[in-house]
């Protein structure tokens, strides 16, 4: 049974920085791409941010140069640091490995 869980979602203040976390279980995780979508309240979800089995990582238009996507293989852990925030980045952040969501972080950044 495949398990992602997040963490790490808040209220910061425009500018600021935060780093989601999201912990896989019962996936050979180091084999699997690992995904970063958000959903803003009354918007489609977004993919955010993508990194392959082999490290390559892609970014969405919006949050490239602000966002950096990791993992942690030992740990099973895929981690999404946001620096810059802007109130647009306000959303609920969802961790996606093909076929399975997590619960979903909320992160909202005050103006």
């Known amino acids: 049974q495949v398990q992602l869980v997040e963490s790490g979602g808040g209220l910061v203040q425009a500018g600021g920085s935060l780093r989601l976390s999201c912990a896989a279980s019962?996936?050979?995780?180091?084999?699997?791409?690992m995904i970063w979508y958000r959903q803003a309240p009354g918007k489609q979800r977004e993919w955010v941010a993508s990194i392959s089995s082999g490290g390559i990582t892609n970014y969405a238009d919006s949050v490239k140069g602000r966002f950096t996507i990791s993992r942690d293989n030992a740990k099973n852990t895929v981690y999404l640091e946001m620096n810059s925030l802007k109130s647009e980045d306000t959303a609920v952040y969802y961790c996606?490995?093909?076929?399975?969501w997590g619960q979903g972080t909320q992160v909202t950044v005050s103006s």
């Open positions: 996606y490995i093909p076929g399975n």
């Open positions: 019962g996936i050979m995780f180091s084999r699997n791409v």
